[in-house]
């Protein structure tokens, strides 16, 4: 199974790709949690691209996985990436014993530079550890005693070494072997989404996991569409976990049909309470906001495009949701063809 890493439950796959990371600059920030594992294979890649933005000759983490034994000021846990002393350190369970080794000199600042850990089943029948770097070996070695972990939490970066002066994107895990079948990640939920970049629109494209979504909230993001379909065509997605099997699936869904925007949420006992808009242009940018906010006691969900309020509804069962899965483009359309930028999800207190 394969998992990418910033938390949400993701669904089980095999031999799949979990995302931990989405590509987006993060940076590495001391005790930040970003996913649990609950097994992590024998086999198993582990990829990710890293950004200095400067260095210094202080121990500095930057991914460290750890199943909560032993823990203590010294301790390297399952698998550790640091910066010590003018290069890159990694630190995994070899041949039964806690192996750190240095196999990396410093890598060019202000540059992504791509970095693979792996262990994978060779053809003598155990175990091969290496650490590749832009595509090429850096570090291998034999490991004929290897283990199974469980609860499996993944830090950038740990609680008591400084964090590396730099940033982190696209961390992904492929877990297990093939056809093997093991739970999925579950990422770190989050207080609120930003989301600034632009990013085109995909097909199941899970970009958090919030813990809430209070009574009153504000959605908003900027949309540029490509071109129109007479189908349903995703663009957000936010849920607590199916497409509208129960209240709160569509808090809301946002869809692009027929050019018009579809915006559908939860009110007044309905799943599907709709909204449509007048047809929307091609190829300009379109700020699309969604609140939900209490006036004189009672609840008022709005939407507005560019500014101008174009629906209102007073919602008498609005509820606080937790868990909430948040998709640019979910699981269950085809997703829009367009981009979106400055995807803002805040609560307000």
Known sequence: MRVIIGVVLLSVVTHGLDVLIRDHKTPIKKKELVARIPILAKSYKISF???????????????????????????????????QN????????????????????KFPLNVWTNIVISQQ???????????????????SIDNKNTEVFKNVAVYASNSWNLPFDGSIKNLTL???EPGEHLPP?????????????????????LVAVLSKLKKSFIISFDLKLNSFSNEIRSVIHLTLGEDNVKYGDRIP???ISKQKLQVVFAINGNNNNLFESKPLPLDVWINVDILQQYEWGLNYFYVYINNKK????????????????????????????????????????
């Open 49 to 83: 691209d890293i950004n200095p933005n400067f260095y210094s000759l202080d121990s500095k983490n930057i991914l460290f996985f750890e199943d909560g034994t032993n823990v203590g000021n010294f301790h390297l846990g399952i698998l550790g990436f640091w910066y």
């Open 86 to 105: 003018d290069g890159f350190v990694i630190n995994a369970p070899i041949n039964g014993k806690s192996y750190q080794k240095k196999i990396l000199d």
């Open 121 to 139: 089943l060779n053809d003598r029948n155990f175990y091969y550890f290496t650490v590749n770097v832009n595509g090429e070996n850096a570090f």
């Open 174 to 176: 492929e877990n297990g």
């Open 185 to 205: 990640a579950v990422l770190n939920p989050k207080d609120f989404v930003l989301n600034t970049d632009k990013e085109i629109l995909k097909n199941d494209n």
């Open 253 to 255: 869904g946002v869809w």
């Open 310 to 349: 174009v629906y209102e509804i007073l919602n008498r069962n609005e509820r606080l949701f937790t868990n909430v899965k948040v998709y640019a483009g979910d699981p269950w359309h085809e997703a829009q063809d367009g981009s979106i930028q400055n995807f803002r999800v805040f609560n307000i207190c």
